[in-house]
T-cell receptor, first 114, second 114 residues
């Protein structure tokens, strides 16, 4: 079955430390890939997306993600985390089959220690 | 430009009552999505529309749920009768077609069914 997996439910990092959030997908072909962030009580906001081309994509707020076809992964990274990055992060995919059915992972909640 | 507008932001009702959630998408967007978010199941796609026409409603839980989009600027999600297990945050999102692009989310409607 098609799926999106975010193996880490919670992650805690110290401010200034680097961050990597994992995302794996299970689809026959490379889907469209997205990362969204959700602050408490808010809707989701797009951080970055990958459709094709360069496998390292840059997003807003200093985030980047790398698509690795061989690992079916699209991990999100940030070199130095700020306290304001504390939020929940969602990986999402859209299969390249003519559908607009966005499927979201279960999310990773990030806590930042001062 | 205004974002996606949802109402009400909070709704508390009793089991058996009818609930109507409303959404105004961003002007010019031709796709509209309804999602439900719970701790147990994460973000679930309920239904999406293209040019006011329902395209995929396979995520609608059961016949108690119905969604309409009478025009390009308004959509409703109705639950009748409501049950405690329907308690969740319901998000509306819109996007502009031409390929899976960014979803713009509203702030959500938090529903509590007692």
């Amino acid at each position: 079955a098609q799926s999106v997996t975010q193996p880490d439910i919670h992650i805690t990092v110290s401010e200034g430390a680097s961050l990597e959030l994992r995302c794996n997908y299970s689809y026959g072909a490379t889907p469209y890939l997205f990362w969204y962030v959700q602050s408490p009580g808010q809707g989701l906001q797009l951080l970055l997306k990958y459709f094709s081309g360069d496998t390292l994509v840059q997003g807003i707020k200093g985030f980047e993600a790398e698509f690795k076809r061989s690992q079916s992964s699209f991990n999100l990274r940030k070199p130095s985390v700020h306290w304001s990055d504390a939020a929940e992060y969602f990986c999402a995919v859209v299969p390249t089959s003519g559908t607009y059915k966005y499927i979201f992972g279960t999310g990773t909640r990030l806590k930042v220690l001062a | 430009d205004a974002g996606v507008i949802q109402s009400p932001r909070h709704e508390v009702t009793e089991m058996g009552q009818e609930v109507t959630l409303r959404c105004k998408p961003i002007s010019g967007h031709d796709y509209l999505f309804w999602y439900r978010q719970t701790m147990m199941r994460g973000l679930e796609l309920l239904i999406y529309f293209n040019n006011n026409v329902p395209i995929d409603d396979s995520g609608m839980p059961e016949d108690r749920f119905s969604a309409k989009m009478p025009n390009a600027s308004f959509s409703t999600l109705k639950i009748q009768p409501s049950e405690p297990r329907d308690s969740a945050v319901y998000f509306c999102a819109s996007s502009k077609g031409g390929g899976p692009g960014e979803l713009f989310f509203g702030e959500g409607s938090r529903l509590t069914v007692l």
